[in-house]
């Protein structure tokens, strides 16, 4: 390659304000971001041998001008989430007059979306990029390839995970297989990716592991997979003795966490393997416990399953149970926030994500609710710390977002008294705990002083104190565990806060403009064409407009930055709706007075 010798891969901002950020909790360690880009590192790794790659994840670090003039190409991986911050990377490589190259979830879903890119690459392109690449040398190169036969990942390269600063990273990410077996109406991974799971070679996976061994990583790392035990039979008879030998070899230096589906727990084998070969935490989309609304979106992994007795199971066996849960399916009634506090406080789940459903384009789903006409628009593609879905849902929204609040004020309460029993509740159960203790040296115990020095002073402080005294005389093999929980709580704790705070402003807002609505419908009502006094009247309600607007503004001002973008929208529509109400208003005052005839009948 000539004219495009020098790559930058660029990896937009994800908004810092969400429960899967663990923005509050990175303080603690000192680290920028929870995980590297894997996509990026994986396509990297794809690009000929005379190509010069230079990687930004502005999750760590800013993307600096002289980086886009180096440049030849740009090349940009997206999720939904990020899609303000691609934008802004999109036009600032199109104004130094750069190719740009998109791909990743949001472009191989939404193509249609992206604007001022020339090439979007859909799906997979283990084994397409270098044809594309020659295209692009060429000047052929089409503006949108459709997504590419699901490639053969058995022997891909490894990573180049030599691209990053592994000092800002909390955890690094590997990948084993791609695709899952199962059909979740709200998914689109067996849609992209398939329903036949592709796996590396246990072999495969080892070199990666010993790569970033050899570079220096300490610290956890995460198989992405988006079902690790997609196909059980390899994972147990390949992956995990690999994995347990080279970890029995090297002293254990990592804790592996990966995502898998709930009936990992029907298999003692598995659970075994797994614990053994360290993992020592597992993502499970539980969803809701209401088997109505699994049966609605397909989830049949969990109507199998006695969830509560496999999340035990689980829990037994040394591994975390991390959970999704979901609000807003079309079968749910207005009990289901008090079932998913229930399940989530009784079955010790300290991290539970809950979000409101959202149809996201290239599911089921959507397609079902676009045929339906309840599409509202698109998702911003975090179902998290956010209260609006983008489709009409069967339950009143009122409803729903007031559940929501209550669910998220429960369970991270502004004491955090429910999350530490839960954290209490899960170290209690906890049985095969050799490997699943972290090991404490000089990093753990900075973090630990970090910790006693900012948590005992916050609104939880003195149940946070309660929580280590108890697990340091209880559980004190695990007092590490203990600790790590403690700093997530943190996190989970100022998420809440902003969220609940931000919809109280909402509601001031919604308030104001009801407000409003109300005094210019009774001015309108009452109106005399011609009176100076109606005339004084709307130079008051445009006062008052202006009041309502400035008080609103102040209060937007005082939230965090991610979360004032989604309001401020908000804030400009009701501007205008405000100020379109009294031009109306003042166009009815103008109208001529009304002729009438001698006995004052309006003509």
Request: with cysteine; net charge neutral; charged share 25%.
């Amino acid at each position: 390659m000539n004219k495009y010798r020098r790559i930058l891969l660029v990896y937009p901002k994800v908004p810092d304000n969400t429960y899967w950020s663990y923005k509050y909790a990175l303080k603690f360690v000192r680290k920028k971001s929870v995980m590297p880009p894997l996509g990026l590192l994986t396509i990297a790794a794809h690009f000929p041998e005379d190509c010069e790659l230079k990687l930004v994840d502005m999750n760590v670090g800013p993307l600096e001008d002289e980086l886009l003039q180096w440049a030849d190409a740009v090349f940009i991986s997206a999720m939904i989430v990020q899609k303000q911050s691609m934008e802004e990377v999109v036009r600032r490589s199109r104004d130094m007059g750069k190719t740009i190259v998109a791909g990743g979830p949001y472009p191989t879903n939404s193509p249609e979306e992206i604007k001022g890119v020339d090439h979007i690459l859909k799906g997979e392109v283990d084994e397409t990029l270098k044809d594309f690449l020659s295209e692009l040398e060429n000047n052929t190169a089409k503006p949108i390839y459709d997504l590419p036969v699901h490639p053969d990942i058995s022997n891909n390269p490894v990573p180049r995970f030599d691209l990053l600063d592994l000092n800002q990273y909390a955890s690094m990410a590997i990948q084993y297989s791609r695709g899952c077996p199962f059909h979740c109406e709200f998914c689109d991974i067996w849609t992209v990716y398939g329903n036949r799971p592709r796996l590396k070679s246990a072999d495969t996976l080892i070199t990666e592991i010993e790569t970033l061994y050899d570079l220096g990583w300490k610290g956890a790392v995460f198989l992405v997979d988006d079902n690790f035990i997609g196909n059980k039979k390899r994972v147990k008879r390949e992956l995990l003795p690999a994995l347990k030998k080279w970890q029995e070899e090297h002293g254990y230096p990592y804790h592996f966490f990966t995502e898998a589906s709930i009936n990992m727990a029907d298999d003692e084998e598995l659970m075994a393997g797994m614990r053994e070969a360290g993992f020592n935490s597992v993502f499970i989309g539980i969803e809701t416990p209401s088997p109505e609304g699994l049966a609605e979106t397909g989830k049949v992994q969990n109507l199998k399953s006695d969830m509560e007795a496999a999340v035990r199971t689980i829990q037994k066996n040394g591994i975390e149970v991390l959970a999704g849960f979901i609000l807003g399916f079309d079968n749910d009634t207005e009990d289901i926030f008090d079932l998913q506090i229930d399940f989530i406080q009784k079955n010790a789940i300290p991290q539970a994500m809950i979000g409101l459903l959202n149809a996201l384009p290239g599911t089921r789903l959507y397609e079902r609710l676009e045929a339906e006409g309840r599409i509202l628009g698109q998702s911003c593609g975090n179902n998290t710390h956010t209260t609006q879905t983008n489709f009409t849902t069967i339950m009143d929204p009122g409803v729903l977002r007031q559940g929501y609040r209550k669910i998220l004020a429960h369970i991270y309460d502004t004491r955090l008294k429910n999350y530490f029993a839960r954290c209490n509740h899960l170290l209690d159960r906890i049985e095969y705990r050799q490997l699943y203790q972290r090991k404490i040296g000089a990093e753990e115990i900075k973090t630990f002083f970090r910790s006693l020095l900012r948590q005992p002073f916050t609104p939880y402080g003195l149940n946070y104190i309660k929580y280590l005294i108890r697990n340091l005389f209880k559980n004190r093999d695990l007092f590490g565990e203990a600790v790590t929980f403690s700093i997530y709580g943190h996190h989970y704790h100022a998420i809440t806060r902003q969220t609940l705070q931000k919809e109280k402003i909402a509601d001031i807002l919604d308030k104001k403009y009801r407000k409003f609505t109300e005094l210019v419908n009774r001015c309108s009502s009452a109106a005399m064409y011609g009176s100076n006094h109606q005339i004084n009247y709307i130079k008051k309600l445009w006062n008052t407009r202006m009041r309502y607007l400035r008080q609103m503004q102040s209060k937007i001002n005082k939230l965090h930055s991610d979360s004032r973008v989604e309001l401020s929208r908000k804030y400009l529509e009701i501007s205008a709706q405000m100020r379109d109400m009294l031009t109306s208003l003042e166009a009815k005052m103008l109208l001529p007075w009304p002729e009438t005839d001698s006995s004052g009948t309006t003509q």
